[in-house]
């Protein structure tokens, strides 16, 4: 390559003069390096990097951003400026990159960090189909947690959490994703928390703030007015913050509303299922395990569905848990699947001593 042609290649790609720092031992001039590729790759509109050389820049900061990291404060600068262009949103969704920024958000790391990469979060719901990937993502809890823990001097995260709370009720497609998040915020006590912000005399003077705020307290305020039982329960599950109540306990709702737990491929089906295998919080287990009997009970074909879903195989594996309530509910909801008759043993303890003398007789396979 002539010397022009060196010339030429720096002025059209001049990001490319520091892609070897990346590659360098010295974490601090790694992270200036990948600073000055990322001014340069944004500022430089003409001509930006091919898919696949961004492609690698961005797994490179996906790899650098977790919380051991000493310059994750520079790795969050970097995915602020790249994530504002809509194209380097959909390759760091695909990387899952936004979904490691979800993961990170629950490390406890520091505010300023928090902030960064919730900023992330924010414009990439700018994308009306990356907002809807985003449904199932477990983001809204995570974001409450933060909202809810935020110090009282520190206002730049409430802001930019409220925003990406607007774009999750206003940028999908899809009438009923929208109306899902709005359920899960609902579910998460937003309005709550909402009514707390609103005393906070250091947010009254930001007017962008302050239209993010009437409008997403506006509408979950009009979608509360609407909820049904159902809705409750729904949203309840999708936010993963199960509580005991009527919704779970009535024998009515079960009657009315058991078969339409096979909506959408039986998303809320896998939801108790995953709570199963996969919670922490034995409240949440046991209500999963609960539900999950009382679904079997009303729909004539739960058993298989279940079955089929994984539900049996997580059901006992509970029944080594060390919580005896967990224990008991996994149990109950056994009782339910093997048995053609439920009622055939109506005592619990009946059950049990059933279980240790022949569970070959009953479909356990143990």
Request: charged share 25%.
């Amino acid at each position: 390559m002539s010397l022009s042609e060196k010339f030429n290649e720096v002025i059209n790609e001049p990001w490319k003069a520091f892609t070897h720092l990346l590659s360098c031992s010295d974490g601090y001039i790694q992270n200036l390096g990948s600073r000055i590729m990322t001014k340069l790759i944004v500022g430089h509109k003409q001509k930006r990097p091919s898919p696949d050389k961004i492609e690698f820049f961005l797994e490179w900061l996906k790899k650098e951003m977790n919380e051991d990291n000493d310059y994750m404060l520079s790795v969050g600068r970097c995915l602020q400026r790249l994530l504002q262009v809509d194209e380097y949103r959909l390759t760091f969704m695909n990387l899952s990159g936004i979904f490691q920024i979800i993961e990170l958000l629950t490390k406890g790391i520091k505010p300023q960090a928090q902030y960064q990469f919730c900023f992330c979060l924010w414009v990439t719901t700018f994308n009306p189909h990356l907002a809807e990937k985003l449904n199932q993502s477990g983001m809204i809890p995570i974001l409450m947690d933060l909202l809810e823990r935020c110090p009282t001097e520190i206002t730049k995260l409430p802001r930019v959490v409220t925003a990406t709370f607007r774009n999750l009720l206003e940028k999908p497609n899809d009438v009923e994703i929208r109306r899902s998040n709005a359920l899960i915020m609902i579910q998460c006590k937003l309005l709550q928390c909402m009514d707390f912000f609103e005393t906070r005399t250091d947010l009254s003077n930001d007017p962008e703030y302050l239209e993010d705020f009437h409008i997403v307290r506006d509408i979950l305020n009009a979608c509360v007015s609407e909820l049904t039982s159902y809705d409750e329960y729904s949203m309840e599950l999708k936010s993963f913050r199960l509580k005991w109540s009527v919704v779970h306990t009535s024998k009515r709702f079960w009657v009315e509303n058991a078969e339409r737990l096979n909506n959408d491929k039986y998303q809320l089906l896998k939801i108790l299922v995953d709570i199963l295998e996969n919670c922490k919080d034995t409240t949440a287990i046991c209500i999963a395990a609960h539900d999950i009997g009382e679904y079997m009970k009303h729909y004539p074909r739960g058993k298989t569905v279940i079955e089929q879903l994984g539900g049996k195989d997580a059901l006992l594996n509970l029944l080594s848990h060390k919580h005896p309530t967990v224990k008991f509910h996994a149990l109950k909801s056994l009782q339910v699947m093997m048995l053609d008759n439920h009622e055939m043993y109506p005592s619990l303890q009946d059950f049990s001593k059933k279980i240790k003398r022949k569970p070959e007789k009953i479909g356990f396979g143990l």
